[in-house]
């Protein structure tokens, strides 16, 4: 009679080669270069109409108090900009003189870098320092890489 052994066989054993995983592991690799950079790009692209829809009101505020007093130096919107407002941006307001202002936005934390500003004539800009792919546009606010408006 023939001893019975309970080891499986080498045939029966299933496993990944080495290849197969290094194939994996190729096309994770692959596919994160391609959706972390995206994904960063997604995120600072939502966190724009933080500072945008802020100026906008803000311009319209500015505006409602000129209607009435004549002026945009006085204003206790611009005296006071609201600063807790965002943890994406500081605001700032400067009325220059009874006909002119500027209302900024400068980027802080994850958003450092990036300024938005607009005045009387609503004239929208945008600045980008030190934030790569992105680039600033003087004549409009910028909600995409290459200072796309």
Do not use: H
């Amino acid at each position: 009679m023939k001893p019975t052994t309970f080891l499986p066989s080498l045939k029966s054993q299933r496993a990944f080669t080495l290849i197969e995983v290094m194939v994996v592991v190729a096309i994770i690799g692959i596919l994160s270069a391609i959706a972390i950079p995206m994904y960063t790009d997604y995120v600072i692209r939502a966190k724009i109409p933080d500072a945008t829809s802020y100026l906008a009101s803000q311009q319209v505020r500015m505006e409602q108090w000129f209607q009435d007093n004549k002026t945009y130096v006085g204003n206790p919107n611009c005296l006071a900009a609201d600063n807790s407002a965002s943890k994406y941006y500081t605001f700032s307001c400067n009325a220059t003189s009874a006909t002119t202002y500027t209302v900024t936005a400068t980027g802080k934390n994850s958003m450092n870098g990036f300024g938005y500003a607009v005045n009387e004539s609503n004239a929208k800009s945008s600045t980008v320092t030190g934030v790569s792919g992105w680039s600033g546009n003087t004549t409009c606010w910028i909600t995409n890489k290459a200072g796309v408006c």
